[in-house]
């Protein structure tokens, strides 16, 4: 299986701050990368697909860029809901989905 | 809308089994595939399956093959898994998310999610 691990695996920030996690693959994955926010007791939700096509209705201040097996998450501007879990998630590997270990992101 | 509803949690005790549902609505129930997912307590999320509710052929994760069984029910638009041989391990909340991909494309990008099934295993 696909391997993928997360950076930092916890983070601090403020609000208005500009937050960037990592994500890197075992193995190259090309654009097969996704990213998902959770919330506590909440379930996962989409925001990026593709390593960087924005789901529907998920706000501009997210984005995603990176190829092969290094990629990044960035809030441009942290806002009080943002404040989650983020896991990323290889579709590379057909029928052998893996996610990373997951990024907490609190307030400082 | 698209959504997906889950059955109420479960106590099981070790080397029990247990069937955990999920009703889809808002959308053509035979078009797109279905996906389970596991979060134990505190942990990450570890994808277990799928299965194309047209046809109800399905694929396992290789960690789950021989104790898991995802089923359909056309008729209600409800997809079911079945875990067997329980054991603490298996302590986890059970997630079905539907794939994005249409006409039976597996894109491996997970939108909706049902709102999760604790499943407790314990003696």
């Known amino acids: 299986d696909i391997q993928m691990t997360q950076s930092p695996s916890s983070l601090s920030a403020s609000v208005g701050d500009r937050v960037t996690i990592t994500c890197r693959a075992s193995?190259?994955?090309?654009?097969?990368l996704n990213w998902y926010q959770q919330k506590p007791g909440k379930a996962p939700k989409l925001l990026i697909y593709a390593a960087s096509s924005l789901q529907s209705g998920v706000p501009s201040r997210f984005s995603g860029s990176g190829s092969g097996t290094d990629f990044t998450l960035t809030i441009s501007s942290l806002q009080p809901e943002d404040f989650a879990t983020y896991y990323c998630q290889q579709s590379y590997s057909t029928l052998a989905f893996t996610f990373g270990p997951g990024t907490k992101v609190d307030i400082k | 809308q698209v959504q997906l509803v889950q059955s109420g949690a479960e106590v099981k005790k070790p080397g029990a089994s247990v069937k955990v549902s999920c009703k889809a609505s808002g959308y053509t129930f035979t078009s797109y595939y279905m996906h389970w997912v596991r979060q134990a307590p505190g942990q990450g999320l570890e994808w277990m399956g799928i299965?194309?509710?047209?046809?109800?052929?399905?694929s396992y994760a290789q960690k789950f093959q021989g104790r898991v069984t995802m089923t359909r029910d056309t008729s209600t638009s409800t997809v079911y898994m079945e875990l067997s041989s329980l054991r603490s391990e298996d302590t986890a909340v059970y997630y079905c998310?539907?794939?994005?991909?249409?006409?039976?494309?597996?894109?491996?990008?997970?939108?909706?999610w049902g709102q999760g099934t604790l499943v407790t295993v314990s003696s």
């Open positions: 299965i194309n509710p047209s046809g109800g052929s399905t």
């Open positions: 193995q190259s994955i090309s654009s097969y």
């Open positions: 998310a539907r794939d994005l991909g249409e006409q039976q494309l597996v894109l491996g990008w997970f939108d909706p």
